[in-house]
């Protein structure tokens, strides 16, 4: 199984500043026939499903505004926010799912200071 | 775009099985080649991937649970449904129904609490 490792567990960031959440699998989520990294990255909200921000490690989704940012390939990601705004505060998880189980990352809970 | 809709009991006894089902709307569920998934999470905790079946019905499972989960496509209705028989109170978790593929990335449905309790 690919074991996902989030840092920090928790996080707590000054409105405005900038906001780094890092992601590690313990096996790479590259797939070499397509150069694609299966790699999502979610904010979870009390009561609500997690929504997608990022998919294929940096590819924002739709709507998403563009303070979120995802980088990294292979083994090492990272999600970041660039100016903190109060309604980022949730848990944010990164998902592999590139092979079976896919995994999560155990979540990094993201406040303001 | 594709939507998914997860349904079911809310409220499940315990050694009891918990079904539920995932409606599929703006895709059929035979087209394509798509993981259809589910996962759960409990209260207050992290997301667990129970399983996936293929476009072709082919089916992996979470280790973990693998002797208790079923999960399979009905074509007819474009669902598919999540079988976990002898449930305890650590099933209690919100169900969600999940889609993606080799190319195309996470679709979620809004998840569906279920509590095993008597």
């Known amino acids: 199984d690919i074991v996902m490792t989030q840092s920090p567990d928790s996080l707590a960031v000054s409105l405005g500043e900038r906001a780094t959440i890092n992601c590690k699998s313990s096996?790479?989520?590259?797939?070499?026939?397509?150069?694609?990294?299966?790699l999502a990255w979610y904010q979870q909200k009390p009561g609500q499903p997690p929504k997608l921000l990022i998919s294929?490690?940096?590819t924002r989704e739709s709507g998403v505004p563009d303070r979120f940012s995802g980088s990294g390939s292979g083994t090492d990601f990272t999600l970041t926010i660039s100016s903190l705004q109060a309604e980022d505060v949730a848990v944010y998880y990164c998902?592999?799912?590139?092979?079976?189980?896919?995994?999560f990352g155990q979540g990094t809970n993201l406040e303001i200071k | 775009q594709v939507q998914l809709q997860e349904s079911g009991p809310g409220l499940v006894k315990p050694s009891q099985t918990l079904s539920l089902t995932c409606t599929v709307s703006g895709g059929s569920i035979s087209s394509g080649s798509y993981y259809w998934s589910w996962i759960r999470q409990p209260a207050g905790k992290g997301l667990e991937w129970i399983g996936r079946?293929?476009?072709?019905?082919?089916?992996i499972y979470n280790p973990s649970l693998k002797s208790r989960v079923t999960i399979s496509l009905d074509t007819s209705k474009n669902q598919f449904s999540l079988n976990l028989n002898s449930v305890t109170a650590a099933d209690t978790a919100v169900y969600y129904c999940t889609r993606w593929g080799s190319g195309t990335s996470p679709t979620w449905g809004q998840g569906i609490l279920v509590t095993v309790s008597s």
């Open positions: 294929w490690a940096s």
């Open positions: 079946v293929y476009s072709d019905g082919n089916t």
């Open positions: 096996q790479s989520v590259l797939y070499s026939s397509n150069n694609k990294n299966y």
């Open positions: 998902h592999q799912f590139y092979s079976a189980p896919s995994t």
